[in-house]
């Protein structure tokens, strides 16, 4: 997928130094409009993925989201009934706002005979996560969550 490999190209490497944080560059639309176009201009790809990531969907849910270098992102683990029905329902959409005004910007930026591919996580993914508050090879926290606690599972996952 041209959204990751994009990450090994130089001019990526230098908007990431740049950013400061993985989170800043999402988060900053000059940047995310930046990432997003760099493939397009090296390989006149007829498509742009946007630079995103699914972690913004918990963000924006009120949880805290944090990058550990060399290990990966971080959340506080749903990993009780309790926990999980005591997430929010409700996407804050203004904490999204940075996202939205990247894709607008990208949208002026290309050309209107390329296409332009949203980014997101499927629920389960995004859910493995919220679960295990990391990523996991066998997504196992988040299956047992679902197959102990069906009901707090399920309330969590309607978001």
């Not at 190209?9 to 230098?14: A, S």
């Not at 805290?64 to 060399?70: A, D, I, L, T, Y």
């Not at 993914?125 to 090879?137: D, N, P, S």
Request: net charge neutral; aromatic share 12%; hydrophobic share 40%.
């Amino acid at each position: 997928m041209m959204r990751q490999a994009g990450r090994y190209l130089p001019e990526y490497r230098q908007s990431r130094a740049k950013a400061g944080s993985f989170f800043d560059l999402c988060f900053t639309p000059e940047y995310a409009t930046e990432v997003t176009l760099q493939p397009i201009r090296r390989f006149n790809f007829d498509a742009a993925i946007n630079f995103s990531d699914i972690l913004v969907i918990p963000y924006a849910l009120g949880r805290e989201v944090r990058f550990e270098v060399g290990e990966g992102p971080r959340l506080d683990p749903l990993d009780t009934p309790e926990k999980a029905r005591a997430l929010s329902t409700q996407v804050d959409f203004v904490k999204l706002e940075p996202i939205y005004e990247a894709l607008r910007r990208v949208r002026r930026e290309l050309d209107p005979t390329t296409a332009l591919i949203g980014f997101c996580g499927a629920p389960w993914t995004v859910a493995t996560y919220m679960v295990a508050g990391q990523g996991t090879l066998d997504q196992a926290p988040a299956r047992m969550m679902a197959y102990q606690h069906p009901d707090a599972f399920a309330a969590s996952s309607t978001c």
